[in-house]
């Protein structure tokens, strides 16, 4: 979570001997409180979030609008502007790109860009569906502790969970390197790179207000997905200001829902559906329920019923996204014949469940779905 401002009255009150602050994530109000700290007015804090979030600066030196004498006693008291930096980029033969961006602890994390979208706003019924944008696909922790069988990202457990200064930062960086223009061009935001959002959620719902808030990204760009952490959904259901929902569900049924993703023992797909169907919908906006096919696994006729079956008892405006599952080094399962996949599509639209196919994006550079993993070449 984004420390108070108790902390930063610590900080500013010591001698310069303490580890940098970054003051990219630092909310508005916590950026006014740290210049007011330098007994500074408040429309330096409104200056200093504009060069942060608006102006992407990355250095003291880029920030004109403040005194020089200023920027020196922020560097001087501990602060670094901290916009995290692109360290490595990895560039498919689809446009994609994959970006391990690094944070401040030499710790990086992944963030990929896919310039024609991901094909996951299909079916949402706004005119988005029929312009595509491009996405950003974004993680929110260093490695994933939930375990899920197909998922790379689950071979190295969890590392730790990125700040909100992280999260937001990532979307920065690639917006600045793709000179993309807030207001002029048309970007979606997918919180499903590394990591469970839910797991990491006061950080993760301190970036979106971010994002929202001071650069500008309409939440109803925003998907988050979770591979289904229930109190984390009941919670998610009461923020003003949220992201649309995507459930991760992969499975028909309990039984191969826990074979693929072991947290099933925890919260059943049922305790699942009750609290999606508590979280209070926007017009026209449905549940999005993102389905990994894993050959011979949970891609047969009567899996694809079961599912279809599933939805309409749980009564929700819901799409499925069928994700055909992405190889990598040592994942033991197999990908769908393309038949099955469009016969899966075909029994969920039979159902009575809009259905879409996503495109893959970037396997060629380990980018598409459950293949981050740090990993540092192409295929
Ligand atoms: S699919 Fe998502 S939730 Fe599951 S292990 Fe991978 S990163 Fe974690």
Not at 3 to 8: A, N, T
Not at 167 to 178: D, F, H
Not at 351 to 367: E, K, M, S, T, V
Request: charged share 25%; glycine share 10%.
């Amino acid at each position: 979570m984004t420390p108070g401002g108790d902390e930063y009255v610590q900080l500013l009150d010591a001698s310069g001997s303490q580890s940098k602050r970054p003051l990219f994530g630092l909310s508005n109000e916590q950026l006014t409180e740290a210049m007011h700290t330098l007994g500074q007015p408040a429309y330096r804090g409104k200056q200093l979030s504009q060069a942060l979030y608006r102006q992407w600066n990355t250095t003291f030196d880029d920030i004109s609008t403040l005194p020089k004498d200023l920027r020196l006693a922020l560097s001087d008291t501990g602060f670094v502007v901290g916009l995290p930096e692109i360290a490595e980029t990895f560039r498919s033969s689809d446009g994609t790109e994959r970006y391990l961006v690094a944070c401040g602890d030499g710790q990086t994390v992944e963030t990929v860009w896919m310039p024609g979208g991901d094909g996951g706003e299909e079916g949402d019924g706004t005119e988005e569906a029929e312009n595509l944008r491009a996405t950003i696909c974004v993680s929110s922790q260093i490695g994933c502790a939930v375990n899920c069988q197909f998922c790379l990202t689950a071979r190295l457990g969890l590392l730790r969970n990125l700040t909100a200064g992280e999260i937001a930062g990532q979307v920065v960086a690639v917006l600045k390197r793709q000179n993309v223009k807030i207001g002029r061009d048309r970007i979606n935001l997918v919180f499903m790179g590394m990591g469970e959002p839910f797991l990491n959620y006061d950080s993760f719902m301190d970036a979106v207000r971010l994002l929202v808030n001071e650069v500008g990204i309409a939440e109803s760009r925003m998907t988050v997905s979770t591979s289904g952490i229930v109190p984390g959904i009941i919670r998610f259901g009461a923020e003003k200001v949220r992201p649309k929902l995507a459930i991760s569900l992969n499975a028909s049924n309990n039984l191969v829902r826990e074979e693929v993703m072991p947290i099933t023992k925890k919260w059943s797909i049922n305790d699942v559906l009750e609290a999606v169907r508590r979280v209070p919908l926007r017009a026209k906006e449905r549940i999005t329920f993102e389905y990994v096919l894993l050959g011979g696994v949970n891609d047969r006729r009567e899996h694809a019923d079961e599912v279809a079956a599933l939805i309409r008892r749980a009564n929700i405006p819901a799409k499925v996204n069928l994700i055909v599952w992405n190889p990598g080094p040592g994942v033991d399962f197999h990908m769908p014949l393309a038949e099955d996949v469009a016969r899966f599509q075909s029994r969920l639209m039979l159902g009575g469940i809009p259905a879409f196919i996503r495109r893959p994006r970037g396997r060629d550079i380990y980018a598409a779905c459950g293949q981050l993993k740090r990993t540092l070449k192409s295929s």
